[in-house]
């Protein structure tokens, strides 16, 4: 990634709980495209820590840091989780850095607003984990700026299972509050997985509080993210037909910051050597360069 800027990406990295298909490979090609690239921020979604799969976080910063000269760190906040023993798991959300902290760990905020899924089971009711919460650390560039990220993954619940459109659009409201409140005096950057289409209520909320889309502002559109029916991660061919992941940015009065790039990220199957292809994830990440 070019030194001119500070370079972002998001990727949700699928951990396909509790099935994990293929997560062994897939972390070694996500490590491998973020290991070329080096990026100087990284917003991860769908980060699991169970009994089957690991701590996905470090398992993936320990993998980066083995192709690259660049000392990565991970910092990671859970959203949710269930089971008890060896069935204990929680996944959320973390950002991967390889500039320097300002502070020992981040701020996380739960939202207000969630979906309540529930099953039952044997005539008994119990609750799906569907928590959400956003993450914030500021970080300090090479020429010495402040920046703010916040990482996200809203719900993905959909109209008739917890009106999760209505959801998404209160947390897209609370998380740009919460940018207003905890954001210094440098540019504030969000990314995530918002699980919603540009013309949603969750993603013009964000817009019309002053956040630019930054795919929409420089990429080649229709930049689309995901496949709404889930795309198959053997498949050789893309079956993406959405754009529901982004990374946005706010500057400060006065600010001069632009953007310098964005481009889609881990957007193409990887031939394997036995024969086959294999996607990273079932989403493609989005990568933003910005002159800070």
Known sequence: ?????????????????????????????????????????????????????????????????????????????????????EYTFDEGVA?????????????????????????????????????RVAMRLRFRTDRGNDVDLYVTHLTDATEAAGNGPAVRAAQARELARWVGESSGAGVAVVAGDFNDAPESEAIRS???????????????????TNDRGDLEIESPAASHNQRIDYIFYRQPPGGDSQIIDARLFGHRPHREPGGGWLWPSDHIGVSTTLRL
Request: glycine share 8%.
């Open 95 to 131: 950002i991967l850095s390889r500039l320097p902290a300002l502070g020992t760990a981040p701020d996380v905020r739960k939202y207000a607003a969630q979906v309540e899924l529930t099953t039952t089971v044997a005539g008994s009711r119990y609750r799906l984990p569907d928590d």
């Open 206 to 224: 964000l817009v019309e509080a002053g956040f630019v889309d930054t795919y929409a502002a420089m990429g080649t559109l229709p930049g689309y």
């Open 1 to 85: 990634m070019s030194e001119r800027g500070c370079t972002f990406v998001t990727w949700n990295i699928f951990h396909d709980l509790p099935r994990f298909r293929r997560l062994d490979r897939r972390l070694e090609l996500i490590a491998e495209a973020i290991a070329d690239a080096r990026p100087h921020l990284v917003a991860l979604q769908e980060v699991a820590r169970a009994a089957g799969c690991g701590d996905i976080g470090n398992r993936l910063c320990a993998l980066v840091n083995e192709r690259c000269a660049t000392a990565y760190r991970i910092y990671y906040a859970p959203a949710d989780g269930a089971g008890e023993g």
